[in-house]
T-cell receptor, first 113, second 113 residues
Framework: NAGVTQTPKFQVLKTGQSMTLQCAQD?????MYWYRQDPGMGLRLIYY???????DKGEVPNGYNVSRLNKREFSLRLESAAPSQTSVYFC????????????FGDGTRLSIL | DQQVKQNSPSLSVQEGRISILNCDYT??????FLWYKKYPAEGPTFLIS?????DKNEDGRFTVFLNKSAKHLSLHIVPSQPGDSAVYFC????????????FGKGTRLHILP
């Protein structure tokens, strides 16, 4: 029972390179989220998807795009990576019902040189 | 401006004693509050939550207290165990708007033998 799976776990990019972070969940949840966590900071929402086919911007969407491919998968793309995007990225999934907690993947540690 | 504040970056507690982690919030629209626990190299995991209609919620060794007038909540862990050593995040969102969830910066709890 994997829950939320993120790939890759680690990645190093050069400035200007592009990259897609993958996230898949097997819990049949409708809502999915992408967060970034920086040292000394809480989790900040990049984008979320309330259901298949819909996406919305969160607190820090600049420099990112997302795609909700189907109910299971929600990918995050960096078109032209910048050093400021060095971070740990977490994907989460949640049931649609109100006041339900999010279930997180184990993160992707991304370094931009 | 931080809407969810965890003012103690770290806390050390003797094994067997009570651990108290604090969280303050500024947004009076916040209606639901959660605590997540995070181990290194893993994603956050949901621990316990409380709705604004309650002032206490208990789950085993974990109790969350909410003081709405003071805009303050706390997590009590009794008794503290070595496996409780982790980073704890407080989070909050307005009624039915979990897309607006805001996380605190976290408190690192060290349980001393």
């Amino acid at each position: 029972n994997a829950g939320v799976t993120q790939t890759p776990k680690f990645q190093v990019l050069k400035t200007g390179q592009s990259m897609t972070l993958q996230c898949a969940q097997d819990m049949n949840h409708n809502s999915m989220y992408w967060y970034r966590q920086d040292p000394g900071m809480g989790l900040r929402l990049i984008y979320y998807s309330a259901s298949e086919g819909t996406t919305d911007k969160g607190e820090v969407p600049n420099g990112y795009n997302v795609s909700r491919l189907n109910k299971r998968e929600f990918s995050l793309r960096l078109e032209s990576a910048a050093p400021s995007q060095t971070s740990v990225y977490f994907c989460a999934a949640k049931r649609t019902a109100i006041n339900q907690p999010q279930h997180f993947g184990d993160g992707t540690r991304l370094s931009i040189l | 401006d931080q809407q969810v504040k965890q003012n103690s970056p770290s806390l050390s507690v003797q094994e067997g004693r009570i651990s108290i982690l604090n969280c303050d919030y500024t947004n009076s629209m916040f209606d639901y509050f959660l605590w997540y626990k995070k181990y290194p190299a893993e994603g956050p995991t949901f621990l316990i939550s409380i709705s604004s209609i309650k002032d206490k919620n208990e789950d085993g060794r974990f109790t969350v207290f909410l003081n709405k007038s003071a805009k303050h909540l706390s997590l009590h862990i009794v008794p503290s165990q070595p496996g409780d050593s982790a980073v704890y995040f407080c989070a909050a969102f307005p009624l039915n708007r979990d897309d607006k969830i805001i996380f605190g910066k976290g408190t690192r709890l060290h349980i001393l033998p």
